[in-house]
Nanobody
Framework: QVQPVESGGGLVQAGGSLRLSCAAS????????MGWYRQPPGKQRELVAR???????NYADSVKGRFTISRDNAKNTVYLQMGSPKPEDTAVYYC?????????WGQGTQVTVSS
């Protein structure tokens, strides 16, 4: 009920584009920062991008200039536009809300980038 739900993952060719969506509840979305994280096969989960309630953004160096995070506060939804994806972007992508000093995680969506 309060867990964010990711969608939009799938198979994409290198150099293509993909947009991930994350729908969250009003309770955890409103006034809070939201972030996208990913976990490549055999690796630890890592930050991809983060956006504050006011729209300030931060990106991992590996995705700067390629990915864009945005949010629609009226829809309680955060997006990750994946431009120019590379095979190394293949991972399970997770959405999370920064809520009361804790992270509320979604279940993730698989993104596979083919070369």
């Amino acid at each position: 009920q309060v867990q964010p739900v990711e969608s939009g993952g799938g198979l994409v060719q290198a150099g293509g584009s993909l947009r991930l969506s994350c729908a969250a509840s009003i309770r955890i979305f409103s006034g809070n920062a939201m972030g996208w994280y990913r976990q490549p096969p055999g690796k630890q989960r890592e930050l991809v991008a983060r956006i504050t309630s006011g729209g300030d953004t931060n990106y991992a160096d590996s995705v700067k200039g390629r990915f864009t995070i945005s949010r629609d506060n009226a829809k309680n939804t955060v997006y990750l536009q994946m431009g120019s994806p590379k095979p190394e972007d293949t991972a399970v992508y997770y959405c999370a809300a920064d809520y009361r000093s804790s992270m509320i995680w979604g279940q993730g969506t698989q993104v596979t980038v083919s070369s």
